[in-house]
């Protein structure tokens, strides 16, 4: 197969997460955490539940990468 570069877009109303998915990809590859994280960051703002943030990521066959 051939490589094909392509672009992504996330589309969405107002206030339905966008910004959400993207501050979580930048924490998942972020070699440190700068941010700090607030009562308001929660979901219903309950701080005891925590969270947490897991990925799976693949790259195409011949992408040039190897584990």
Do not use: Q, W
């Not at 005891?48 to 992408?63: K, Q, R, Y």
Request: proline fraction near 6%.
């Amino acid at each position: 197969m051939e490589a094909v570069a392509r672009r992504d877009v996330i589309l969405g109303g107002g206030d339905v997460g966008k910004t959400a998915i993207l501050e979580a990809i930048a924490l998942l590859f972020s070699p440190v955490n700068p941010t700090t994280l607030s009562e308001p960051d929660y979901h219903d703002r309950d701080i005891e539940a925590g969270f947490s943030i897991e990925a799976v990521l693949c790259l195409p066959v011949g992408a040039g990468m190897s584990s």
